[in-house]
């Protein structure tokens, strides 16, 4: 067994949780609007799901990468259609304690939806797969590839661990005012990628 592949797939798991993009985004709002614990908890789902799609490509499940790939328009509409309502919500909540109590999931919800937001997109598959084959990382068997797995789980938490402190310290000195416009910005954001993800995938199927 090859530790070096736990090291490797932590650099990858970090790096890809790195890129900017609406799961960002969102992890950052809700660590504003709910803390520092929800959003951590919420980039643990995405590290999941990177998790998931990184062991995929790291055990060579070709079988399920190409029905995730066939699914893609589908699964496009349904992650662009929940960016959208959750944009709405987002422009839509309130700031500050009010949000606290009234407009907060509990962290299972938090966890299992951006969970699920990220899953669906199969995309991220391929870049993991085309990652892991460029490091010549891909096809190495078991012990390996469940290595490769762990790091990338590790990595993305890592990742999501700092963004989050980070944010978490700035929490106090967001004013309820500026918190309405975090929110109504990060909301329109949310709204623009959930409208490509939608008219991208519509775009693929013609």
Same mark, same amino acid.
């Given at each position: /067994? ?6 490797? *797939?932590?650099?990858?798991?970090? &790096? ?7 799961? $960002? ?14 959003? @951590? ?6 590290? @999941? =799901? ?11 499940? &070709?079988?399920?990468?190409? +029905?995730? +790939? ?10 662009? %259609?929940? @960016?959208?309502?959750? %944009?709405?919500?987002?422009?839509? %909540?309130?700031?500050?304690? =009010? ?9 299972? =919800?938090?966890? @299992? $939806?951006?969970?699920?937001?990220? /899953? &669906?997109?199969? /995309?991220?598959?391929? $870049? ?5 084959? *460029? #490091? ?8 390996? !590839? ?7 789980? #590790? ?12 944010? *978490? ?5 967001? &004013? ?8 109504? +910005? $990060?909301?329109?954001?949310?709204? +623009?990628?959930?409208?490509? !993800? ?6 693929? !199927?013609?």
């Amino acid at each position: /067994m090859d530790l070096t592949f736990l090291v490797r *797939g932590l650099a990858v798991g970090f &790096t890809v949780a790195a890129a900017v993009g609406p799961i $960002s985004l969102l992890t950052i709002r809700r660590t504003l609007a709910h803390g520092r614990l929800y959003g @951590l908890v919420s980039g643990l789902g995405v590290a @999941l =799901a990177d998790a998931s799609y990184g062991g995929i490509a790291a055990f060579g499940l &070709t079988a399920i990468t190409s +029905v995730l +790939v066939g699914a893609r328009v589908v699964l496009g509409v349904v992650g662009g %259609a929940f @960016l959208v309502w959750l %944009a709405i919500r987002t422009i839509r %909540a309130r700031p500050a304690e =009010a949000a606290e109590t009234d407009d907060r999931p509990g962290l299972a =919800a938090a966890f @299992l $939806s951006i969970y699920g937001l990220t /899953m &669906t997109n199969p /995309m991220t598959i391929l $870049s993991f797969a085309g990652i892991f084959a *460029g #490091l010549g990382l891909a096809g190495h068997g078991g012990p390996e !590839a469940a290595l490769l797995t762990l790091g990338v789980f #590790l990595g993305s938490s890592l990742w999501w661990v700092g963004l989050t402190a980070v944010v *978490g310290r700035l929490r106090d000195r967001v &004013t309820p005012r500026a918190l309405v416009w975090v929110n109504r +910005v $990060s909301g329109a954001v949310l709204l +623009v990628f959930g409208l490509v !993800a939608i008219g991208a995938a519509i775009g693929s !199927a013609a």
